[in-house]
T-cell receptor, first 112, second 117 residues
């Protein structure tokens, strides 16, 4: 059955600080991962992706790190802004390469 | 603008009254999928479709039907809605095609908030 609690993990950071959001994934054979951002009242939006043959990938203000040894993903947001307040999901692609499994999400709150 | 369009955005209905949530994409994607989102449970896949007339069950298909008669449309049908189907529903599409393990993510619609009383 489900082991996730009813409340989303929440990360509160001061505006201008760096944010780190973590995610544990389950399938060691997964070859592709994506981070999505979901703002209130909207659908999830693609932020950044990484393939399993990479350890790190950088975008504009965002960096994704992949640690395959411990099946861990992290999303780093530099100089966090109020517009970064949202729920962030990691997603891993399944063995067949056709569907994604989503993590439970982390709510990021940016304090003024 | 490339997008996935869902309708309606909000719907309140009564138990047992059949309803359809529409989903349309203008990106010529072959792959489409429906998810439901519940507090603490994240996004769970209901059904997906690889192409026209090809649909498969996801993780939580009970109580739902889908059809894919045209590439652009993928409606979600609740024949006899029940209160446990109260949820936030998302349609998504992707460039993905079978056998291609390229870097393809999902484009999501804006969501349909369904309440069954």
């Amino acid at each position: 059955g489900e082991s996730v609690g009813l409340h989303l993990p929440t990360l509160s950071v001061q505006e201008g600080d760096n944010s780190i959001i973590n995610c544990a994934y389950s399938n060691s054979a997964s070859d592709y991962f994506i981070w999505y951002k979901q703002e209130s009242g909207k659908g999830p939006q693609f932020i950044i992706d990484i393939r399993s043959n990479m350890d790190k990938r950088q975008g504009q203000r965002v960096t994704v790190l992949l640690n395959k040894t411990v099946k861990h993903l992290s999303l780093q947001i530099a100089a966090t802004q109020p517009g970064d307040s949202a729920v962030y999901f990691c997603a891993e692609r399944d063995d067949y390469g056709q569907n994604f499994v989503f993590g439970p999400g982390t709510r990021l709150s940016v304090l003024p | 603008e490339a997008q996935v369009t869902q309708n309606p955005r909000y719907l309140i209905t009564v138990t047992g009254k059949k309803l359809t949530v529409t989903c349309s994409q203008n990106m010529n994607h072959e792959y489409m999928s429906w998810y439901r989102q519940d507090p603490g449970l994240g996004l769970r896949q209901i059904y997906y479709s690889m192409n026209v007339e090809v649909t498969d069950k996801g993780d939580v298909p009970e109580g739902y039907k889908v059809s894919r008669k045209e590439k652009r449309n993928f409606p979600l049908i609740l024949e006899s809605p029940s209160p446990n189907q109260t949820s936030l529903y998302f349609c998504a599409s992707s460039l993905f095609t079978p056998g291609d393990r390229g870097n393809y993510g999902y484009t999501f619609g804006s969501g349909t908030r369904l309440t069954v009383v």
